[in-house]
């Protein structure tokens, strides 16, 4: 079955940096999108960024001009790179394919989440 194990994240003061990576641990012939969640506590689950399979990217206004989606086809890897955080981007990430264009067997898979902590 497809895995997404992700890594990368941690502790910061606000105005640092740091990269998230979620990594597929199967190997699929079907390409997929990948899109990146938060969820701060007591709030619901939001979008944070997304990346097409052949190279789109959105973004949540929130985050827009501050955040960087890629990927590395050969790690079959993805990437959220964030720069000049705010108290207010603490929360718990997590990368998930999205129901959305081709693969609709890899649907609804989830990474396990990681904790990104901005103090002011």
């Known amino acids: 079955q497809m895995q997404l194990v992700q890594s990368g994240g941690g502790s910061v003061q606000a105005g640092g940096s740091l990269r998230l990576s979620c990594a597929a641990s199967g190997y699929t012939y079907c390409t997929y999108d990948m899109s990146w969640y938060r969820q701060a506590p007591g709030k619901e689950r939001e979008f944070v960024s997304s990346i097409e399979r052949h190279g789109s990217t959105s973004y949540a206004a929130s985050v827009k001009g501050r955040f960087t989606i890629s990927q590395d086809n050969a790690k079959n890897t993805v990437y959220l790179q964030m720069n000049s955080l705010k108290p207010e981007d603490t929360g718990m990430y997590y990368c998930?394919?999205?129901?959305?264009?081709?693969?609709?067997?890899?649907?609804?898979?989830w990474g396990q989440g990681t904790q990104v902590t901005v103090s002011s």
């Open positions: 998930t394919i999205p129901p959305s264009g081709t693969c609709p067997e890899l649907w609804g898979t």
